[in-house]
Each structure stands twice: as C-alpha cells, then as structure tokens.
C-alpha cells in the first residue's frame, strides 16, 4: 500500500494549505482552518489514516474516503475551491474534507485552490482506485 505525505504549509481563517507529492505529481490541499477537530469546522488532524475508495452518497459517486480520523466520520477528498471560516463570513464549500488543487491562488480576495476539478480527476486517475495510507503532518 503507497504512504503518500500531505506537508502543510500554511494556516489562517482562510483555510489550511499544503502540498501532496505522489510520484512525480504534486498537487495542492486545502482544508478547514485548525478548530479542534470540531466536526464541520476543522481541518483533520495531524496523524496516519487509511484511504480507500469507496462509493459516497452525498457526491453520489466512488471516491476517496479518509478513515480513521478521531470522532470523525465521512471525510472525502474532492475538489472545492475555497475553505475559509464561515463564521467568519468567509467563503467554503468544504465540511471537513480535504480538496487537491494544482495551484494555490486568490479569487475575490480569498486565497483558494485553483484547478480543483482537473486534480482530482488526475489523483484518482495515478491511485487507481487503490488504497493508500496518508500521513498528515505540519511543516
């Protein structure tokens, strides 16, 4: 099973950034601002998980599933583009999940991910469906 490590870089209310290399890939993360661990508002904490790809009912269709993260359930990594605080006003289209991106950039003031989509399809595209375990880790 690959061990693939997610370094992030940077966080603030805009959201957490980092970098996964696969390969000779690298591509972007984004998540949640750190807000202990709280369901929906959190980025996922540091540590080692499982990853497999499975059917989702809410994207209703098979991607990744985070598994194992502590009082957690459901994390998926998808495409999104921003990640701020929302009770702060800021925009976020994520719940707790991790986005790949294959740039970092600012739209409308916020920073973002940028390319979200064509990543995403690009990582699923190098796993294969295949496990892997993810080690999370700040830099």
Not at 79 to 97: E, H, I, P, R, Y
Not at 114 to 132: D, I, Q
Request: net charge positive.
């Amino acid at each position: 099973m690959d061990r693939i490590i997610l370094e992030r870089f940077e966080t603030s209310d805009q959201g957490t950034f980092g970098k996964l290399r696969i390969y000779n890939d690298t591509f972007y993360t984004m998540e949640l601002p750190w807000r202990d661990n709280s369901n929906n508002f959190s980025c996922v904490p540091v540590g080692i998980y499982e990853c497999r790809f499975t059917m989702s009912a809410h994207f209703k269709r098979k991607m990744f599933l985070v598994d194992g993260v502590n009082n957690r359930t459901g994390i998926r990594i998808h495409s999104a583009n921003f990640a701020g605080d929302k009770t702060l006003g800021l925009k976020c289209q994520l719940n707790g999940c991790i986005a790949l991106g294959l740039h970092v950039g600012q739209m409308g003031g916020q920073k973002c991910l940028l390319l979200s989509s064509p990543a995403v399809r690009k990582f699923e595209s190098l796993m294969s469906g295949e496990s892997f375990i993810l080690e999370v880790k700040n830099v």
